[in-house]
């Protein structure tokens, strides 16, 4: 009854975490994925030019193997970014080690690394735990648990989330009426240096597994989409990290196939990354709100997201959302150097249902004790009205503290 | 001996400053600048696409008027921005009274605002100081320092700067070889939602003055260039206000005439328009560091901004700052989500002289205890070399302290 599993963790994987002393608290801290037989991958890397060393491995190994990863090795308190040649060198050498000890090509492991960039990765202490952690991994939810723990850095919570589908594709081998469960996990880090830009845009690690059988180029055009709507919509502070990656792995151990347009699989990869996402942001770096940006009536999405990016990037809207100060001049500035099309004077702001600004001006119902009250919850919704065409977007981000200022003034030293 | 406005005020020019009640605190919020006859102007305005009710009642103005300024009517403690109708009438109201006060048109009044967004300026405060404010402005530097005290907002500082040229233009009437003095002075305000990008780009009001005879066209183009390298290579925050202005007026009340072309003017416009930016950025809201940027090798110089700038608006950067840190990694990472051109591995940083990262990895001279204790003064300087083209450009910012949010969480409320 409490091994859940069998019902959510996708079959054709096992995990594990160990102890490598990368972390100064000395807990876990490195993770493995292993698929049982080379998986089906599709994976995002961050828009930011300083690439972390094993992001530019990564690239080089899908290409090499047609996107198929056998292992994912994944360490933090450590990005493994900007330590020119011996970075390069450290990733390789995690690599080389993960494919003896489990019987693959190095091509086919896949390094992940987050923690504090500029310092050379000490590759050798994992390399030292790599043969005792072989012998500990499972398929079972407490497995896939440690890596959860694993994984995390500044996050104070572990993130995973899980989705099943149902599929009757008369592709699969056997009677079609017959359907067959796919099942969808994801786990991920990330809490600062948060606003991802994946391309298609990711330090947030993001690991979706699923035991679906899709060929490799199917699996980025899900990727893709669901990225889009998940990891390209959230902030917490504005910067792109150097190690954003998003990996996506399709075992097959389910034998149920999956082609392009399958609207149920497409809808639980969203539903994951979604989740993920949100979790993401809801353990943004010293947050007291978590707000959710509801842009409509730009000229097209993209302008939405432009509108929500401005708003989600400004220090002043966001220290007054950290005071449940319900200054929407401030929004309006935001939206007025966004760069989107908008006409100032028919632009409307509510906070929940709360009528704030209408026309550009402040709407009569504006009612200050109100709007105050419903920003002192923890999480609350601004919804903006451009009225100037039908694009729209959700976008999810946090305000800026005191405590983002402590966390991030006292890093390294 | 103590009065030096016989030296550093443009002559042509009368300055005074009153009580309104707009400001909470009580102090003086209302300032005129008046010129004993039209002045030649040149204008520069937010590129943010909501502006106040004043600026668009400047443009309006200025176009009217073929740029010419008779009286500037600043207020603070009240931004007269998002106000709707009734903003636009409480301009035009000011300005009806101070052309019937001073015997000009209301075309040739010059209205500025600054503080709070989405409040309606309440007008009748400053028509009703007008006439007694009227009887006492004088051309002193006592008159011009009250202008200085009355515009600001969270400014902890006044903020002039003053320079004279001597010119032996040939078109000057009298003798050529007979030396004449132009006089330039500055004044202006700022301190949060510091991010001009003027347009030719300006909650920063800038008021230039010169009793040099210059036609508005050149007028026009000294401003745009001294703008460029000043105004625009200043951040605080990265909000871009609704509000920045920056005029600059000539009263020709020193006959010397100035065409186009004239180095020793554009010098000395250039230096008070710097001097102002670095008092503008050295009085950000909260801030404990000043920091220099020096980007060299970028492809253009505004390749060069634009590093420059998201190294300016990263709070992961700016918080790292604030706490001493000298954590090269973040000001990596900022580079590579600029957009600039940029090879990772050709990225030189310096801290003052020390240095910190070559070819993109940690330099093998990196001292952490010296980086520390260099960061640790309350201005110091950054050197970026990129290695890819000519491009070059200084910018100051500040750091990101728990003093900012404190400001900025509490301030309508």
């Known amino acids: 009854m409490s091994d859940l599993s069998q019902f959510v963790i996708p079959r054709g994987f096992r995990f594990g975490a160990t102890k490598a002393g990368l972390k100064q608290s000395g807990r876990t801290d490195f993770a493995i994925i292993v698929a049982d037989a080379p998986a089906s991958a599709a994976a995002a890397f961050t ?11 990564d690239a080089e190994h899908l290409r090499a193997t047609g996107n198929h990863v056998r292992v994912v090795a994944i360490n933090a308190g450590n990005a493994n970014c900007a330590a020119g040649r011996p970075g390069i060198d450290a990733a390789r050498a995690t690599c080389a080690a993960a494919a003896s000890t489990f019987g693959c090509k190095p091509e086919e492991v896949f390094p992940s690394s987050t923690g504090v960039i500029g310092v050379p990765l000490p590759a050798e202490k994992i390399v030292a735990v790599l ?3 072989a012998k500990n991994v499972g398929s079972q939810s407490d497995h896939f648990q440690q890596v959860a723990e694993a994984i995390i850095t500044t996050d104070t919570v572990e993130k995973t989330a899980f989705a099943r589908v149902e599929v009757t594709a008369p592709e699969i081998d056997g009677p079609a009426e017959i359907p067959q ?7 991920c880090k990330g809490s600062g240096m948060i606003h991802p830009q994946l391309v298609p845009h990711a330090t947030m690690l993001v690991y979706l597994l699923t ?7 199917v699996l980025d055009t899900y990727l893709r989409a669901a990225i889009e709507v998940s990891f390209n919509r959230i902030s917490v502070d504005g910067d792109t990290s150097t190690n954003d990656t998003v990996l996506l792995l399709a075992s097959g151990a389910s034998g149920a196939h999956i082609g392009p347009g399958n609207r149920e699989f497409a809808a639980a990869l969203n539903q994951v990354c979604t989740s993920l996402a949100r979790q ?3 353990d943004g770096e010293g947050l007291s709100h978590v707000v959710e940006l509801h842009i409509h009536g730009a000229v097209s999405n993209s302008e939405a997201v432009r509108v929500a990016k401005a708003i989600a990037h400004s220090p002043l809207v966001k220290t007054a959302w950290a005071g449940c100060d319900p200054n929407w001049g401030r929004l309006m500035a935001a939206i007025g150097y966004s760069g989107a099309q908008i006409d100032p004077e028919r632009i409307d702001i ?4 709360l009528p704030i600004c ?9 009612d200050e004790t109100a709007a105050h009250a419903y920003i002192q919850q923890p999480e609350f919704s601004i919804s ?12 999810w981000t946090t305000d800026l503290t005191h405590e983002y200022i402590r966390i991030n003034a006292d890093y390294t030293t």
Chains 1, 2 share one sequence.
């Open 280 to 282: 993401v942001v809801g």
């Open 47 to 57: 828009a930011n030019r300083v690439k972390a060393a094993p992001l530019l491995i």
């Open 350 to 353: 509510s906070f929940g249902d």
């Open 358 to 366: 209408r026309n550009g001006g402040r709407a009569p119902e504006f």
């Open 131 to 133: 043969p005792e952690l």
């Open 384 to 395: 903006i009205d451009l009225h100037q065409g039908p694009g729209t977007c959700k976008y």
């Open 211 to 217: 035991d679906a059988v899709i060929e490799p180029e």
């Open 181 to 187: 469960e796919i099942r969808i996990a994801g786990v």
